[in-house]
């Protein structure tokens, strides 16, 4: 990774996140203090149930910490409502998904120049900027066909580009390869790990521990807590 001054991208003081019905009450994370920087390849594993997928729903404001502080970007987010996180959510972080999440009447394209849209970008710059990603993720020529129409590995790229539409310093993949098999699992890894030389920072939640070998921090988590 070039080098260049850390900038610390999230912190967590004392987050939990607790889901209460009427019969139970769930404590899928507990006092969890993290501090995520700028160009870091941050790995994620923990058994199923162990918190990890809904530390990274927080870390990428899909949902708010049930208590303690989250800050992003050197923004406090507490208090902020669903319309203001998703702004910030836009500005400084790409989201990865295991099946990909792209919507499936729109063209490739479409799906990757949607956070531009969200964000009110200009025509002109959305169009290059799609243009280049595509270029990059080896999907020009499949810019008008439908999700459906794509193979797994491909699909991931699209949903790789589309991460990467506004340019985010935190980037956060929920299992990305789990849904793929192992030779275009290791391709979509290879280019996480090139996104990373180039500056990115990483946020990898896996069960495959492979993974861990790569990366600059490996946290653990178990029944909601880091233990490791």
Excluded: W
Aim: with cysteine; proline share 4%.
């Amino acid at each position: 990774m070039p080098s260049s001054e850390k900038e610390t991208l999230a912190t967590l003081e004392g987050v939990s996140r607790v889901y209460r019905t009427q019969y139970v009450e769930t404590h899928a994370l507990t006092d969890i203090n993290l501090e995520i920087n700028s160009g870091e390849f941050l790995v994620l594993t923990g058994p199923s149930g162990s918190g990890k997928t809904t530390l990274l729903s927080i870390l990428g404001l899909m949902e708010p910490p049930s208590g303690g502080r989250l800050v992003i970007a050197g923004q406090e987010i507490s208090g902020l409502d669903r319309k203001m996180r998703a702004q910030v959510r836009g500005q400084h972080i790409g989201f990865v998904f295991q099946f990909f999440h792209l919507i499936p009447d729109l063209s490739i394209e479409d799906n990757v120049a949607l956070p531009m849209h969200y964000a009110g970008r200009p025509a002109n710059e959305i169009r290059q900027r799609v243009s280049e990603l595509l270029e990059r993720l080896e999907l020009a020529h499949r810019s008008s066909h439908l999700p459906v129409q794509l193979s797994g590995g491909q699909k991931q790229r699209a949903a790789i580009a589309r991460a990467l539409a506004n340019r985010p310093k935190l980037i956060l993949a929920d299992e990305p390869t789990g849904n793929l098999d192992t030779e275009t699992g290791n391709q979509v890894m290879d280019l996480f790990h090139q996104l990373h030389e180039e500056g990115h920072c990483i946020c990898l939640v896996t069960h495959d521990l492979s993974h861990v070998k790569d990366a600059d921090r490996h946290l653990k988590l178990q029944d909601g807590r880091i233990v490791a």
